[in-house]
């Protein structure tokens, strides 16, 4: 079971991919003010902020906290034409598929001194851009495969289901639809294409700093892209915050009327597209975060720690993270009846603090 999560930052050049990606990673990738100054995917991996692993080492006097992670990958900016190879193409394109979330960044502010490959921002014309050429890319996959399978199909009668699938999804690509928006097909059933609109999407709108208190506008940019995830950052902002303590950075926040940093956002919308959760591990040696699938089966669970934790489970010894900070220790939790033993149907809950019971 993979647990991965890695969240593809791609737009047009110059939207803010790049600054958005150094502040999300606190890296220093060039970021400069000309179209493909990204060329190679920039790659970085960062902690996924949960404050209760903090409170766990405390409870558990360790000073050794493993969080769960992210990879951010920076890909290079797409221009109109690149699925037929125009400015990075192919090269591009390639990248994306190897990621699990599109993070589709789109500049929603004009600014004289940024330069933009149209000349002047407009987010609907910039998304429908990017979504043409992915569009365009995934009628090339699925016309090549589609037209022998539809011929082995009339041969092999079992294999009409998937010639249908396969049917149908050429007649939304066709129609100029990514497929992201359609739920009721099972893309599990022709994964092996990595077709790119099938991946979840999250739009990510840069506004500058005044835009982010601007509920119309931001109600406007949620409108183009519904009924799809949409979030709303201040690439500047952000890029001021990744250089301050906690307290200081909160305060700026504040300011602007945010809760919540854009880093902290994103995880968490990545985490909801991709049906994801975490559940903890606690000792006196370390404290965890695992990342698993949502309705993950404790032995399930029990193999993203180690295989052969899946193959010997036995039972899993779970405490809610929230009763067992209120009881204090795990004894106490185990006194108050807090602590209960699940077996293997077990669905695993955000928030266990599991310890497994296995035999290898």
Same mark, same amino acid.
């Given at each position: 079971?993979?647990?991965?999560?890695?969240?593809?930052?791609?737009?047009?050049?110059? #939207?803010?991919?790049?600054?958005?990606?150094?502040?999300?990673?606190?890296?220093?990738?060039?970021?400069?003010?000309?179209?493909?100054?990204?060329?190679?995917?920039?790659?970085?991996?960062?902690?996924?902020?949960?404050?209760?692993?903090?409170?766990?080492?405390?409870?558990?006097?360790?000073?050794?906290?493993?969080?769960?992670?992210?990879?951010?990958?920076?890909?290079?900016? *797409?221009?109109?034409?690149?699925?037929?190879?125009?400015?990075?193409?192919? %090269?591009?394109?390639?990248?994306?598929?190897?990621?699990?979330?599109?993070? %589709?960044?789109?500049?929603?502010?004009?600014?004289?001194? #940024?330069?933009?490959?149209?000349?002047?921002?407009?987010?609907?014309?910039?998304?429908?851009?990017?979504?043409?050429?992915?569009?365009?890319?995934?009628? %090339?996959?699925?016309? $090549?495969?589609?037209?022998?399978?539809?011929?082995?199909?009339?041969?092999?009668?079992?294999?009409?289901?998937?010639?249908?699938?396969?049917? /149908?999804?050429?007649?939304?690509?066709?129609?100029? &639809?990514?497929?992201?928006? +359609?739920?009721?097909?099972?893309?599990?059933?022709?994964? =092996?294409?990595? !077709?790119?609109?099938?991946?979840?999407?999250?739009? !990510?709108?840069?506004?500058?700093? +005044?835009?982010?208190?601007?509920?119309?506008?931001? =109600?406007?940019?949620?409108?183009?892209?519904?009924?799809?995830?949409?979030?709303?950052?201040?690439?500047?902002?952000?890029?001021?915050?990744?250089?301050?303590?906690?307290?200081?950075?909160?305060?700026? *926040?504040?300011?602007?009327?945010?809760?919540?940093?854009?880093?902290?956002?994103?995880?968490?919308?990545?985490?909801?597209?991709?049906?994801? %959760?975490?559940?903890?591990?606690?000792?006196?040696?370390?404290?965890?975060?695992?990342?698993?699938? $949502?309705?993950?089966?404790?032995?399930?669970?029990?193999?993203?720690? +180690?295989?052969?934790? &899946?193959?010997?489970?036995?039972?899993?010894?779970? #405490?809610?993270?929230?009763?067992?900070? &209120?009881?204090?220790?795990?004894?106490?939790?185990?006194?108050?009846? /807090?602590?209960?033993? &699940?077996?293997? =149907?077990? /669905?695993?809950?955000?928030?266990?603090?599991?310890?497994?019971?296995?035999?290898?």
């Amino acid at each position: 079971m993979s647990s991965s999560v890695s969240c593809g930052i791609v737009g047009l050049p110059n #939207v803010g991919k790049s600054t958005l990606f150094n502040a999300l990673t606190g890296s220093s990738v060039l970021a400069a003010n000309y179209p493909f100054a990204t060329i190679e995917p920039n790659t970085g991996v960062v902690p996924v902020p949960d404050y209760r692993l903090n409170k766990l080492a405390e409870l558990y006097n360790t000073e050794k906290i493993i969080p769960a992670s992210v990879t951010f990958v920076d890909i290079a900016g *797409l221009v109109a034409g690149a699925s037929k190879g125009e400015g990075l193409g192919n %090269q591009f394109l390639s990248h994306i598929r190897n990621v699990s979330v599109i993070v %589709q960044v789109v500049r929603a502010f004009n600014d004289p001194n #940024v330069t933009h490959v149209e000349i002047n921002a407009e987010p609907k014309r910039d998304i429908d851009v990017i979504n043409t050429e992915l569009v365009l890319a995934d009628l %090339q996959s699925i016309n $090549k495969r589609l037209t022998r399978f539809d011929k082995e199909a009339r041969a092999y009668p079992k294999l009409r289901p998937l010639a249908d699938t396969y049917k /149908k999804v050429y007649e939304i690509l066709d129609n100029g &639809e990514p497929l992201w928006s +359609h739920t009721d097909i099972d893309f599990s059933t022709i994964a =092996d294409l990595q !077709l790119l609109t099938a991946k979840p999407v999250i739009y !990510l709108f840069n506004l500058d700093e +005044h835009g982010l208190d601007d509920q119309v506008r931001k =109600d406007q940019l949620s409108a183009l892209v519904a009924p799809a995830r949409a979030l709303f950052v201040s690439a500047k902002l952000e890029s001021e915050l990744k250089d301050l303590d906690q307290v200081d950075a909160e305060e700026l *926040l504040n300011s602007y009327g945010q809760n919540e940093s854009g880093l902290v956002q994103l995880i968490h919308a990545a985490y909801d597209q991709l049906g994801l %959760q975490s559940f903890l591990t606690a000792g006196e040696k370390e404290v965890r975060a695992w990342t698993i699938p $949502k309705n993950a089966t404790a032995p399930e669970a029990a193999g993203v720690i +180690h295989k052969d934790f &899946e193959r010997g489970f036995i039972s899993a010894e779970i #405490v809610d993270y929230n009763d067992l900070i &209120e009881a204090g220790s795990m004894t106490q939790a185990k006194a108050s009846g /807090k602590v209960r033993t &699940e077996g293997k =149907d077990y /669905k695993m809950q955000d928030g266990d603090v599991v310890l497994f019971r296995f035999n290898v």
